[in-house]
Structures are given as structure tokens and as C-alpha cells.
């Protein structure tokens, strides 16, 4: 399923909204999970998941072509758990 | 770094403010807008949100684990885990946004 799929669904669900509508309000759900990650946010939606901030140290890293090693600096990278429910149920146990 | 957490209420109220539903329609729709993509991995699909990033399913094998605290073994059933595997802009958008 890709964004423009899942639109249509929820379209079709609700045809007293504009199909316009719909599209802001996916959007807005994914660019708000975005916007809170970028200011170091979790977001957490239980049964479904937790988004949040990771920390990855500085390292040294390999140039794969020459081999020659380079210093990767310290970042911030996204991050999803799965909440109980989904995990349960991606197993048939719920 | 904030240490803030949004749940579904601050979805729901960013979904208010920007279309003109009702708080409880709002609602709905960010519970649905949820559902939907939990029902597609639940099917087996991977769901990909363009900019945003991809839901993809692994099937992991069987494995015999070991309760860390006690150290006795224990085994471990064959089962479906999800990866979230975020998209560029997204990479960018935290790693810029932390930095």
C-alpha cells in the first residue's frame, strides 16, 4: 500500500468528505510524526507504535571504493517500535 | 533536546485545526488513517508513505534465546516483526532538526 492507496481508502469510507480533505489529513498526520521527530519529540501511539530520537555516535568509517577511512560525526536518526497490539497481531495472536 | 511526547491527541487536534471537522470526526480519522495501514501489514503488505518512510514486514526463524537475568535457555517461536525504514527527507528532517 503506498499514500496515494491509503488516501482512496479512507476517501471511499467517507464520501461527505472532499477527496482534498482527505489528503490533508493524511498528510498532516504523517508531517506532524515528522515535525516532532525533527525537534527530538517521541510520538506515541499506543497499539500501534512509538516513533522517536536515536543517537548514533561518532565513528570512523570506510570509504567503500578507495577504502580509505573517514570520520562519520555523531547524528540524530529516526526510530519506530512496534506497539504490542500490531505486534500481536502481525503473529495472529490478537 | 525537548523531552516532549505527542500521542494520538495532538494528531487528532493538528488534523482539527487544519480541516474543518469536528474534534470527535478528526478523531476518527487519524484512528482510521492508523487502522488502515495496521491492517495492510496484518495482511502481509508493506506500506510505503512517500517522504515519510516504509512499514515493511520480516519473517524471523525460530532460535533459542536466553533469558538474560537467570541465563537459562529459552526458546524462541518463528514470527513476523515489523522495520520502519525511514525515507531521506525524513533521515535529514531529524538529523538536521538534532544537530
Partial sequence: MIRSELIQIIADENPHLYQRDVERIVNTVFSEI???LAKGDRVE??????????LRDARMGRNPRTGEAVKVESKAVPFFKTG??????????? | MVDKTLTRMDLNEAVFREVGLSRNESADLVESVLNHISD???????????SFGTFSLRDKSA?????????DEAPIAPRRVLTFRPSHLLKERVATGNS
Avoid at chain 1, 497490539?85 to 495472536?93: E, F, H, K
Avoid at chain 2, 495492510?40 to 512517500?50: C, D, F, R, T
Fill in chain 2, 63 to 71: 532460535r533459542v534465546g536466553r533469558n538474560p537475568k537467570t541465563g
Fill in chain 1, 45 to 54: 501511539l499506543r497499539g500501534f507504535g512509538a516513533f522517536s530520537v536515536k
Fill in chain 2, 40 to 50: 495492510a501489514m496484518v495482511k502481509g503488505e508493506q506500506v510505503k508513505i512517500s
Fill in chain 1, 34 to 36: 515528522t515535525e516532532a
Fill in chain 1, 84 to 94: 504490542k497490539l500490531l505486534r500481536d497481531r502481525l503473529n495472529g495472536r490478537a
